[in-house]
């Protein structure tokens, strides 16, 4: 079809209106995002900061210049997320699609942030990394969709990431703030291999568990010990077996292409390491930019345009959403 697919994303924090034009360009987003003063997100509280900033980002949409000139479809996160958050995205994108007479797409948000690195990383059939604030998995494409080899057992590394920052003073979200005390504890120890903290090990078979290893850092710091010595040592642990796992899938699918994406993979850290590994295991790896790494609208954009193009839309009556969708839940008619 000719013209643009417009996508919102609202599973959690962030409010996003992106698109894909007919072209097939990726638009970065407009954003809104709530940041909460302490504590974690309140899923009430952020949908009421997506519902008030609704007008204002519509209005942004509207001015933008390179708002396209035909919208042929409007796409939302259906899930998996907050429920009141997105709940939000999907009423937007009813009342758009209502009034512009268009077919909507309601999208797997896990799914989409794979489709966009595939797309932007030119990667066909990687094994993907996913690390996010709400999960963390290892992912592969099998028999038509999107099986999950590996997850976490209690909380995604980011909610790990973001509840020692909390204990510790640290803004939200936590990740970059211990990515910069980590670098910093190795730049105290330049010219030598830095001080590992010993930290429970994270990896239970293909799975990872990072409560016990928050616990075990926040005892560090109540004991008084240096917090750029512990930021690294989370990070190393963390990202660790994020990477152990990840090898031991490429090893048993046979892949040699590894994607990241989800929040976490804007760190720097985690990145050097899986092209340390992917490396020496004669492959690749490879995350896409960092502003497509976080919740965008235009990743749901461009899962659209790929759905709507095998003829994949929602009815109405189907649009609600669905807060513990899995990745493995969609049919990837489309790769």
């Known amino acids: 079809m000719q013209g643009a697919v417009l996508g919102i994303e609202s599973t959690a924090h962030t409010l996003s209106i992106g698109w894909v034009d007919v072209k097939g360009k990726i638009h970065p987003s407009i954003n809104s995002s709530v940041r909460p003063d302490e504590g974690g997100i309140h ?11 609704v007008p204002l980002l519509i209005r942004e949409y509207v001015e933008h210049p390179d708002r396209p000139d035909k919208v042929v479809a409007v796409a939302f996160s259906q899930g998996p997320g907050m429920g009141p958050c997105l709940r939000i995205g999907a009423s937007v994108a009813r009342s758009m699609a209502t009034i512009w007479n268009v077919p909507l797409i309601g999208v797997n948000h896990c799914v989409a942030h794979i489709e966009v690195g595939r797309t ?16 963390t998995q290892v992912i592969t494409r099998v028999d038509g969709r999107y099986r999950v080899m590996g997850e976490t057992l209690d909380i995604g590394i980011g909610n790990a990431l973001d509840k020692f920052g909390r204990s510790n003073g ?8 211990l990515e910069e005390l980590a670098a910093e504890w190795k730049n105290i120890h330049d010219g030598e291999i830095p001080p590992l903290l010993e930290l ?22 109540n004991q008084g010990m240096d917090i750029r010595a512990v930021a690294h040592a989370i990070q190393e642990h963390a990202f660790a077996a994020c990477v152990e796992v990840a090898e031991r899938a490429m090893a048993h699918t046979g ?36 502003w497509v790494c976080i919740d965008n609208g235009s990743m749901i954009a461009l899962t659209a345009r790929k759905m709507l193009d095998v003829g994949r839309t929602t009815p109405l009556e189907d649009s609600g959403i669905i807060q513990e969708l899995r990745t493995d839940h969609e049919v990837v008619a489309w790769a």
């Open 43 to 53: 899923p009430r509280e952020a949908a009421e900061s997506h519902r008030d900033s």
């Open 170 to 177: 640290m803004p939200f979200p936590a990740g970059p703030t």
């Open 120 to 135: 932007m990383c030119e990667m066909d059939d990687p094994l993907l990394l996913y690390v996010s604030g709400g999960n």
């Open 200 to 221: 429970p090990y994270a990896v239970h078979g293909m799975d990872l568990a990072f409560s016990g290893l928050v616990t075990a850092a926040q005892r560090y710091c």
């Open 255 to 290: 892949k040699h292409e590894l994607l990241l994406g989800g929040g976490v993979a804007c760190n720097e850290r985690l990145r050097t390491m899986c092209e340390m590994m992917a490396k020496q295991r004669s492959g690749r790896s490879a995350a896409p930019p960092k």
